[in-house]
């Protein structure tokens, strides 16, 4: 397996712009996260589905960001306006929800909003 | 709610021991893991332990766990530059919905 893939590897936009970042999870594997990470707030849950549902998004900073997974296989993060305090590193994760519970990580989506 | 603890930052010279260290509130966890994040990357299990067990060791890794007090360390022999990474404790939700407890991370630099 390629393990989990992320596109973009970086972006670089203008603020006010509409940020779409993706995600394909490891197949067979039936929950997916959204993190963020900056140097001053760390590693931060944005938002997990189980089969493709969402269970928690009480991380998600404020209704600019959405996210969805319309099927088991793909899911998108949406920042819609962007703001250049939205830069971050965003990881996409996944996992099969057994008792080990191991989330296996993307690359990440190096997002700057100038 | 639950939360992870974690010292920000260590360093060691080469072919020292590491010791990070982290306490967790959660008593109900059944496991306990370590991950690590090289730069650049994502974040990528270590290692993990059981809840029932006090220690377990895997080559140059050893991780403690004391439950009485709710810390879990991890411990690296023989450091070398190549462990140059953050490290992250986490436990599992009491939840059980799948969802991981991270600390903040322990930046770990090896100096030569």
């Known amino acids: 397996d390629a393990g989990v893939i992320q596109s973009p590897r970086h972006e670089v936009t203008e603020m006010g712009q509409e940020v779409t970042l993706r995600c394909k999870p490891i197949?067979?594997?039936?929950?997916l996260f959204w993190y963020r990470q900056t140097m001053m707030r760390g590693l931060e849950l944005l938002i997990y589905?189980?089969?493709?549902?969402?269970?928690?998004d009480s991380g998600m900073p404020e209704d600019r960001f959405s996210a969805k997974m319309p099927n088991a296989s793909f899911s998108t993060l949406k920042i819609q306006p962007s703001e250049p305090r939205d830069s971050a590193v965003y990881f996409c994760?996944?996992?099969?929800?057994?008792?080990?519970?191991?989330?296996?990580f993307g690359p990440g989506t190096r997002l700057t909003v100038l | 709610g639950e939360d992870v603890e974690q010292s920000l930052f260590l360093s060691v010279r080469e072919g020292d021991s590491s010791v990070i260290n982290c306490t967790y509130t959660?008593?109900?966890?059944?496991?306990l893991y370590w991950y690590k994040q090289e730069p650049g990357a994502g974040l990528q299990l270590l290692t993990y332990?059981?809840?029932?067990?006090d220690m377990k060791q895997d080559q140059r890794l050893t991780v403690l766990l004391n439950k009485k007090d709710k810390h879990l360390s991890l411990r690296i022999a023989d450091t070398q530059t190549g462990d140059s990474a953050i490290y992250f404790c986490?436990?599992?939700?009491?939840?059980?919905?799948?969802?991981?407890?991270f600390g903040q991370g322990t930046t770990l630099q090896v100096k030569p």
């Open positions: 986490a436990e599992k939700d009491s939840s059980n919905t799948g969802k991981l407890i």
């Open positions: 332990i059981f809840s029932n067990m």
């Open positions: 197949s067979g594997h039936n929950s």
């Open positions: 589905f189980n089969n493709n549902v969402p269970i928690d």
């Open positions: 959660d008593s109900s966890s059944t496991y």
């Open positions: 994760a996944s996992s099969l929800r057994d008792s080990l519970n191991e989330q296996f």
